[in-house]
């Protein structure tokens, strides 16, 4: 008998853009949506650390938080005005703005009922259950992998925010709490 065939798109672009869930619905009105979460002060860093290794982010941690309203506030608003505007400075510099989960997620669900959210760090610290959650979100057989390995994450160096001040991360917490 012939198995049926199942497609997955991942981009973390998808989650931020506004009009992304408006666009997917249109596509796949019966997709199920997973999201996988990672702390927003940690993801913050990271995606601070990851701009640095390009050579895309001159400031300092500190200043591209102070620096990020007014680099990525007219974003939005540009969006509304061309659907098509890439927005590459929201997607380049929200650092705070890409942690601003609960909003992203309302977006998404006003299109999509299915959606599972799921731990990054969860699935960092113990995979298995994470994803036998995944598996059955997807209604799919649970079959467990010899090993879970990462390939995009090479580095010796911790995946976390250690670096960070604590003003900063207190400061990135309040940010993330309000929102």
């Keep these: 008998s012939a ?10 672009d998808y989650l931020l853009h506004p009009l992304a869930a408006r666009r997917a619905v249109e596509l796949l009105p019966g997709a199920k949506i997973v999201v996988l979460l990672r702390d927003p002060v940690d993801r913050a860093y990271s995606q601070y650390m990851h701009n640095r290794r390009l050579g895309i982010e001159e400031l300092t941690f500190d200043q591209a938080i102070k620096a990020e309203r007014a680099r990525v506030e007219d974003e939005y608003h540009k969006i509304e005005a061309d659907p098509g505007y890439a ?39 113990d995979p298995r259950p994470v994803f036998e959650e995944f598996l059955t979100f997807l209604e799919l057989p649970v079959w467990m992998p010899a090993s879970f390995e ?30």
């Excluded at 198995?3 to 973390?12: D, G, H, I, S, V």
């Excluded at 400075?89 to 999509?112: D, I, N, S, T």
């Excluded at 994450?153 to 991360?169: E, L």
């Design 3 to 12: 198995r049926q065939k199942l497609t997955f798109e991942a981009t973390p």
């Design 87 to 125: 927005a590459v400075p929201l997607r380049r510099f929200g650092y705070v703005e890409r942690g601003k989960y609960a909003e992203q997620l309302e977006r998404w669900m006003e299109y999509y009922a299915d959606i599972c959210v799921l731990s990054s760090d969860a699935f960092i610290a």
């Design 150 to 179: 990462n390939f995009s994450y090479t580095s010796d160096r911790p995946r976390t925010s250690q670096d960070m001040s604590p003003a900063t991360r207190d400061y990135l917490r309040a940010q993330f709490a309000a929102s």
